[in-house]
């Protein structure tokens, strides 16, 4: 058995690199393109603790992890270029699970029904599909609504 063993074991070991290596590209080449989103998220600003949102949060029990980002996105229509971006207003996580945080707006009231969800909100919830959902936050009315979307 003397040298077929040593020749077995090598043939095993190198089996099993073959394969990890393999199912670690495999993994690679199939997440979403958001799943580093801690990359994304990388230039978030601070979290305030000055802020009546993170406070009201923290109360509630969620840990807020990021502080407000702001996505930059260029748009091309018709040979043009169009600048706009996308703001995240923090990050937060309750039992394991990370969630975006939406705050209340004056200026931008917010129509509960299900277009009106959709069309404010559906964009994050496809940004960063790992999170379990939105929070919606507002601070002056004490509240904290979970929206999540089911597609299909």
Do not use: C
Not at 79 to 97: C, P, V, Y
Not at 98 to 117: E, F
Not at 119 to 141: H, N, Q, T, W
Request: charged share 30%.
């Amino acid at each position: 058995m003397g040298k077929y063993g040593d020749w077995l074991v090598m043939f095993v070991a190198g089996s099993l690199i073959v394969y990890w290596l393999y199912r670690l590209f495999y993994r690679w080449l199939h997440e979403p393109p958001s799943m580093n989103s801690r990359v994304l998220l990388s230039n978030a600003e601070e979290v305030r603790e000055d802020d009546e949102n993170v406070r009201f949060l923290e109360q509630r029990g969620y840990e807020v992890t990021y502080g407000k980002y702001r996505l930059p996105i260029t748009i091309k229509l018709d040979g043009q270029t169009l600048q706009s971006r996308l703001f995240i207003d923090l990050i937060a996580e309750k039992g394991g699970k990370h969630y975006i945080v939406k705050t209340a707006r004056d200026r931008m009231p917010m129509d509960w029904t299900g277009s009106g969800v959709r069309d404010r909100l559906l964009v994050y919830a496809l940004l960063m599909p790992e999170s379990e959902g939105i929070l919606f936050v507002d601070g002056k009315e004490r509240t904290i609504r979970t929206i999540t979307f089911r597609l299909g």
